[in-house]
């Protein structure tokens, strides 16, 4: 949408790149657990996001498994994606996550699990 605000307004020599990280190890997922995708280290994410502005690259999606999943994601019937998300826990990746504290064990309306 930038872009082409950018086009439509005559702008030129400003760049800009979307960063869509997954999971970063920054103490603000603490208690996250990630089944298939890794949680991704700060250095990492920085580095990435450095070499991404240096090139002018449009977009960013990490780790790399991200873009096939997003590619994936947007090919397929609206079903099955929500069953592939199921199936790789997406949901259920923050069930330890309580705002930097962890999920009580007790079930409570307030904490109910996502089905699997």
Not at 12 to 23: A, D, E, M, N, R
Not at 63 to 79: G, T
Request: net charge positive; proline share 8%.
């Amino acid at each position: 949408m930038i872009n082409q605000e950018k086009r439509y307004w005559g702008h030129k020599g400003i760049h800009t790149t979307v960063v869509c990280p997954y999971y970063i190890n920054t103490g603000m997922f603490e208690g996250v657990q990630s089944r298939l995708i890794p949680i991704l280290e700060q250095e990492y994410v920085a580095d990435e996001i450095a070499d991404a502005i240096l090139i002018q690259k449009v977009r960013i999606i990490l780790p790399w498994i991200c873009r096939v999943l997003f590619v994936l994601k947007n090919i397929m019937p609206n079903k099955t994606a929500i069953k592939v998300y199921k199936a790789m826990s997406g949901k259920a990746s923050l069930n330890n996550l309580m705002n930097g504290t962890k999920a009580p064990t007790t079930p409570s309306p307030h904490n109910d699990p996502a089905p699997v």
